[in-house]
């Protein structure tokens, strides 16, 4: 089976096509960077017609790849929620559109399980049972994966996602958007003796987070200095070092917890590679072993959400497959993880 996958929930526009037996054929994705930099932010609806533009010529291209074969996929499967409503829409509408004309299935996938699935694309996939944590501009939430398709959230965001917190507070600084790898960047010649920023939730028991507090941290840090090159790179360090230490020491307890030996890191924020040195040095502590997409597919892309939808097509009954001919379908800008049907 051959999917068509489309990723369109946020601001970037990715295109894949994910084969069952050879593997990933090809991706591509059309970034919005120099869209939303200006405005230091992604701003819905420019994100919503940046879509419309790429979608098209992105999917020609991908399909053009794999020109000396049959050009049409078995099934697509498109960005069904949460994310961007505007955004959603155009994946979503395309998706459906071409299914019909193509006279082929095509599948709503929840954007997380895109993200949550991603490892599986790299030559040492992730067995479950694991603990996933995902950590996107959007959402964080630790996740028990029983096995794939039957997830149950350990704990979430009590606000704003770290991703978003990341965004945040390079904003605040002055640095561009996306906040999280400038961030990192500014970080590198930050000193780690200056600022000391707080671990939240870290010193009472549960899974959830909250990082809205330290990017006031960080704003409150920058009024009470005189912001040089030199004050910013300082509170980039202590920023990430307090986000990513926060983030390591759940994923610690969520291994403990579920007495899993197995952990999938994913999700834009899964790019970082201070938190990657800190999982990598947790994981060795309790002999268990971390999981993380390649790089470019921590962030947004099409391959997470054909492989999404190869995996679920695949376990469906013939009789619940979706129907080719429906013209229905639905986003939904808010969906919880656990709400998905098993399979
Ligand atoms: O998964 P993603 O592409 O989109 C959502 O589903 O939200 O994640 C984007 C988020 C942004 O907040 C961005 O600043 C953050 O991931 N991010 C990073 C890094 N690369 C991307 N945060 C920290 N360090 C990075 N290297
Ligand atoms: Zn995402």
């Excluded at 970034?31 to 932010?41: A, D, F, L």
């Excluded at 919503?48 to 050009?71: C, G, Q, Y």
């Excluded at 709503?108 to 944590?133: K, Q, R, S, T």
């Excluded at 391959?303 to 695949?314: E, F, P, Q, S, V």
Aim: charged content about 20%; glycine content about 8%; some cysteine.
């Amino acid at each position: 089976m051959r999917i068509l996958g489309i990723e369109s929930s946020c601001d970037d526009t990715g295109v894949a096509l994910y084969d069952g037996k050879l593997g990933l054929l090809v991706h591509r994705l059309a970034s919005q960077i120099n869209t939303h930099q200006k405005y230091g932010g992604v701003v819905p609806e420019l994100a919503a017609r940046d879509h419309i533009r790429s979608i098209i010529p992105l999917i020609d291209s991908v399909l053009n790849d794999v020109k000396n074969e049959d050009h049409k996929p078995d099934a697509i499967a498109y960005t069904a929620g949460p994310g961007l409503a505007g955004a959603l829409l155009v994946g979503a509408s395309v998706g459906k559109s071409l299914a019909m004309a193509w006279g082929i299935p095509s599948i709503g996938i929840h954007h997380m399980e895109g993200h949550l699935l991603a490892p599986m694309l790299e030559a040492d996939a992730p067995e479950p049972p694991f603990v996933a944590l995902l950590v996107s501009g959007g959402h964080t939430m630790l996740v028990d994966v029983e096995k794939i398709g039957r997830y149950t959230v350990l704990g979430q965001t009590l606000d704003d996602a770290a991703g978003e917190a990341f965004d945040k507070t390079a904003k605040l600084l002055g640095l561009p958007y996306p906040g999280g790898p400038a961030i990192a960047r500014a970080a590198v010649s930050g000193s780690a003796k200056r600022f000391h920023f707080p671990r939240p939730m870290t010193n009472r028991p549960g899974l959830d987070f909250s990082f809205s507090g330290l990017k006031t941290f960080a704003l409150t840090t920058a009024q009470s200095n005189h912001l040089d090159k030199q004050t910013i790179t300082d509170i980039a360090y202590a920023f990430e070092d307090a986000v990513t230490e926060t983030l390591t020491i759940k994923c610690k307890r969520a291994l403990q917890q579920t007495s899993h030996k197995r952990l999938v890191i994913a999700g834009g924020v899964s790019a970082n590679h201070r938190l990657r040195g800190k999982i990598d040095a947790l994981v060795k502590t309790l002999d268990a072993k971390v999981y993380y997409p390649r790089i470019e597919f921590c962030t947004d892309n099409g391959a997470m959400i054909a492989y999404a939808g190869h995996c679920r097509l695949k376990a469906m009954d013939a009789n619940k497959t979706p129907n080719a001919k429906s013209l229905a379908f639905n986003i939904q800008p808010r969906w919880p993880l656990d709400s998905l049907p098993p399979f």
